[in-house]
Nanobody, 123 residues
Framework: QVQLVESGGGFVQAGGSLRLSCAVS????????MGWFRQAPGKEREFVAA???????YYADSVKGRFTISRHNAKNTVYLQMNSLKPEDTAVYYC?????????????????WGQGTQVTVSS
């Protein structure tokens, strides 16, 4: 069973930065596409960013230019660098792995999910 564990969430003022990490168990990490999603209270889970197994990246318009997704295959880890944070970025952030290998944006396209890490941005 593949396990994903997020870390790096916290409390930050608007304009600040955070870097999320997601460690993935197993020996097939490099074959997965990885995605980050978020869910704010009372809202549906939404796509944030994805990185394919070929290291192609894809971002939601709301974070483009502020967030950067990257991966380190030797460490089985995917990162989300978040800069210029806004109060509307406040949410629980989840990482997910897709066996398809493609940088998809739909939640249904991901096979494994982490438990999430809280990010709170104050104004």
């Amino acid at each position: 069973q593949v396990q994903l564990v997020e870390s790096g969430g916290g409390f930050v003022q608007a304009g600040g930065s955070l870097r999320l990490s997601c460690a993935v168990s197993g020996r097939t990490f490099s074959s997965y596409a990885m995605g980050w999603f978020r869910q704010a209270p009372g809202k549906e889970r939404e796509f944030v960013a994805a990185i394919s197994r070929s290291v192609r990246t894809y971002y939601a318009d709301s974070v483009k230019g502020r967030f950067t997704i990257s991966r380190h295959n030797a460490k089985n880890t995917v990162y989300l660098q978040m800069n210029s944070l806004k109060p509307e970025d406040t949410a629980v952030y989840y990482c997910a792995a897709s066996r398809s290998g493609y940088d998809n944006s739909g939640t249904w396209e991901y096979d494994y999910w982490g438990q999430g890490t809280q990010v709170t941005v104050s104004s």
